[in-house]
């Protein structure tokens, strides 16, 4: 079983930044994408960003691209969402979540697509 736990949300201004991790466990874990997915009050979760975990290749949504950057962490089996340039509506509960097969040449970006899922982090932004 996989154990994905998210940290490094909070309350910022408009224009900050904010670093979210997602830390990945369980002796079953193999990854071949980890995504950041995210959801507003009365909304659907929506896809943010996504890492191809052989190689590295990222992904964005475009209200993010540019602003946000998905990198592996320092630590093993860790990704972080870096968060630049925040504005009101990026204020949503943020989700990490791995998928363990393959998806040939595209990237998964709809929440069915991925199999294990933390448990959120909230960031709000606001003045």
């Known amino acids: 079983q996989v154990q994905l736990v998210e940290s490094g949300g909070g309350l910022v201004h408009p224009g900050g930044s904010l670093r979210l991790s997602c830390a990945a466990s369980g002796r079953t874990f193999r990854s071949y994408f980890m995504g950041w997915f995210r959801q507003a009050p009365g909304k659907e979760r929506e896809f943010v960003a996504a890492?191809?975990?052989?190689?590295?290749?990222?992904y964005y949504a475009d209200s993010v691209r540019g602003r946000f950057t998905i990198s592996r962490g320092s630590a093993k089996n860790t990704v972080s969402l870096q968060m630049n340039s925040l504005k009101p509506e990026d204020t949503a509960v943020y989700y990490c979540a791995s998928r363990s097969t393959d998806y040939g040449r595209y990237y998964p970006s709809s929440p069915g697509q991925y199999d294990s899922w933390g448990q959120g982090t909230q960031v709000t932004v606001s003045s």
């Open positions: 890492l191809r975990w052989s190689g590295g290749t990222t």
